[in-house]
C-alpha cells in the first residue's frame, strides 16, 4: 500500500524557516518523480515544488522560487521541502504527492499544517 | 499560466441524480485530471487523462472533454460521493481549478 507521510509544520513567524518532510513506503520510491502541493485555508490547490526521481531537476512556480528547496534521500524514501522567508501568504496545509508520470499526481500524503504568522 | 474555471461552485444533487460539472481553461490544454476530495481528507485522483477511471475509482464516474472544455459525470449520485472536486491541468505550468462542492440533498 502507498504511505506517504508528511511532518514538520507548524506555527512559524513570518521571515523565518521550516523544513518539511514526507516518508514514503509500500512503493519504489526512488522511481518516482514528487512535488509538494499547498491547500490555503480557502481551499485554493498550488502546486509549489517538483523534483526528479533522481533529484537531478526541480521546478518551482515564481512564488516560491529563492525561497524553498525541494530535495529527496532516495536511500530513507524521504522528501524535504525547506521553506525560508516565509510569508503569511505560505499559510497553508502542505501535501506531498507521487507522480504518476509528469502530468499528474496519483498518492497525496495526509498534509502537514503550516501557518505563518507573528 | 492557465486558468481553470470549474462551474457551478456549489451544486446540490439529489441521489440517484446524474449531474456534470465542469471545468473551463483559458487556454487549450492536452488532458485534464480531477481530483475528489471529501472532508479532513487530503485529494484523491479520480479521473486522469480525461477520461480514463483511477484504479478503485467507480464506473459511475466519468470524464469527457477536449481543448478549453472538458466535464466530470456522475451518472447517478450516491452519498458518498459529497465532496469537493478539483480539476487539474499540466500542459504547461500546473494550476488547479478553484473546486466545485457537491451537497447531497
Known amino acids: 500500500e502507498v504511505q506517504l507521510v508528511e511532518s514538520g509544520g507548524g506555527l512559524v513567524k513570518p521571515g523565518g524557516s521550516l523544513k518539511l518532510s514526507c516518508a514514503a513506503s509500500?512503493?519504489?520510491?526512488?522511481?518516482?518523480?514528487m512535488s509538494w502541493v499547498r491547500q490555503t485555508p480557502e481551499k485554493r490547490l498550488e502546486w509549489v515544488a517538483y523534483?526528479?526521481?533522481?533529484?537531478?531537476?526541480?521546478y518551482y512556480p515564481d512564488t516560491v522560487k529563492g525561497r524553498f528547496t525541494i530535495s529527496r534521500d532516495n536511500a530513507k524514501n524521504t522528501l524535504y521541502l525547506q521553506m525560508s522567508s516565509l510569508k503569511s501568504e505560505d499559510t497553508a496545509m502542505y501535501y506531498c504527492?507521487?507522480?504518476?508520470?509528469?502530468?499528474?499526481?496519483?498518492?497525496w500524503g495526509q498534509g502537514t499544517s503550516v501557518t505563518v504568522s507573528s | 499560466q492557465i486558468v481553470l474555471t470549474q462551474s457551478p461552485a456549489i451544486m446540490s444533487a439529489s441521489l440517484g441524480e446524474e449531474i456534470t460539472l465542469t471545468c473551463s481553461a483559458s487556454s487549450s490544454v492536452s488532458y485534464m485530471h480531477w481530483y475528489q476530495q471529501k472532508s479532513g481528507t487530503s485529494p484523491k485522483l479520480l479521473i486522469y487523462?480525461?477520461?480514463n477511471l483511477a484504479s478503485g475509482v467507480p464506473s459511475r464516474f466519468s470524464g469527457s472533454g477536449s481543448g478549453t472544455f472538458y466535464s466530470l459525470t456522475i451518472s447517478s449520485v450516491e452519498a458518498e460521493d459529497a465532496a469537493d472536486y478539483y480539476c487539474h491541468q499540466w500542459s504547461s505550468y500546473p494550476t488547479f481549478g478553484g473546486g466545485t462542492k457537491l451537497e447531497i440533498k
Open positions: 504527492a507521487r507522480h504518476y508520470n509528469w502530468e499528474f499526481t496519483d498518492y
Open positions: 509500500g512503493f519504489a520510491f526512488s522511481s518516482y518523480d
Open positions: 487523462s480525461t477520461s
Open positions: 523534483i526528479s526521481s533522481g533529484g537531478g531537476s526541480t
